[in-house]
């Protein structure tokens, strides 16, 4: 059975600290790896996908890696609206159900 | 830019009502998702498409039948809705087996089912 286990649930990090978001993933054949950010009250918004291990993808203030068992989200010197909970999600070959984690809720104090 | 629009952000049904909702996407997207979502539990699949006329049972369906008549509208119908059917309801759509392309998801629908 396809798995994703996102952790921590909740980060809670002072503006300007670094720190990273773990996603691990159990799937029979990674066609990719998804990387979403949702704010409150709102639908998950696309950020990345990542196709092979040692990809990294970048976008302002985010990092995305990819390994044969795990992806990271790294995030260098957030700002308060980094605040999201992020969600990765993890698609197999073969059919196009995406299995999602359960999120990390990051929140970014001034 | 995608869009999927969801008919209505807040909706307040009774126990035992039949229940629609619905999700437009103007993308030409093949595929078309309904999940739900739950504190502590994620997003789920409900149900799926991948082409008019055509489902696929996801990992919750009971409680839930859908409809697609035409490519750019799905829709999720509750037949009889009980009170464990409250919750945040998300479309989503994507092109088919087209390079990894992501789903792109609607605000949502919170419903309450009282």
């Known amino acids: 059975e396809d798995q994703v286990t996102q952790s921590p649930e909740a980060l809670r990090l002072q503006e300007g600290e670094s720190s990273s978001l773990n996603c691990s993933y159990t799937?029979?054949?990674?066609?990719?790896l998804f990387w979403y950010r949702q704010d409150p009250g709102k639908g998950p918004e696309f950020l990345f996908t990542?196709?092979?291990a040692g990809e990294e993808k970048e976008k302002e203030r985010l990092k995305a890696t990819l390994t044969k068992k795990e992806s990271f989200l790294h995030i260098t010197a957030p700002k308060p609206e980094d605040s999201a909970t992020y969600l990765c999600?993890?698609?197999?070959?073969?059919?196009?159900?995406?299995?999602f984690g359960t999120g990390t809720r990051l929140t970014i104090i001034p | 830019d995608v869009k999927v629009t969801q008919s209505s952000r807040y909706l307040v049904k009774r126990t035992g009502e039949k229940v629609f909702l619905e999700c437009v996407q103007d993308?030409?997207?093949?595929?078309m998702f309904w999940y739900r979502q739950d504190p502590g539990l994620g997003l789920r699949l409900i149900y799926f498409?991948?082409?008019?006329?055509?489902?696929e049972k996801g990992d919750i369906p009971e409680g839930y039948s859908v409809s697609r008549e035409k490519k750019e509208r799905f829709s999720l119908i509750l037949e009889s809705a009980s009170t464990n059917q409250t919750s945040m309801y998300l479309c989503?759509?994507?092109?088919?087996?087209?390079?990894?392309?992501?789903?792109?998801f609607g605000d949502g629908t919170r419903l309450s089912i009282l």
């Open positions: 799937v029979s054949g990674l066609r990719g």
């Open positions: 999600a993890a698609l197999p070959f073969g059919n196009e159900k995406l299995t």
């Open positions: 993308m030409d997207h093949e595929n």
């Open positions: 990542l196709y092979s």
């Open positions: 989503a759509s994507s092109f088919q087996l087209r390079g990894n392309q992501p789903q792109h």
């Open positions: 498409s991948y082409d008019v006329k055509m489902k």
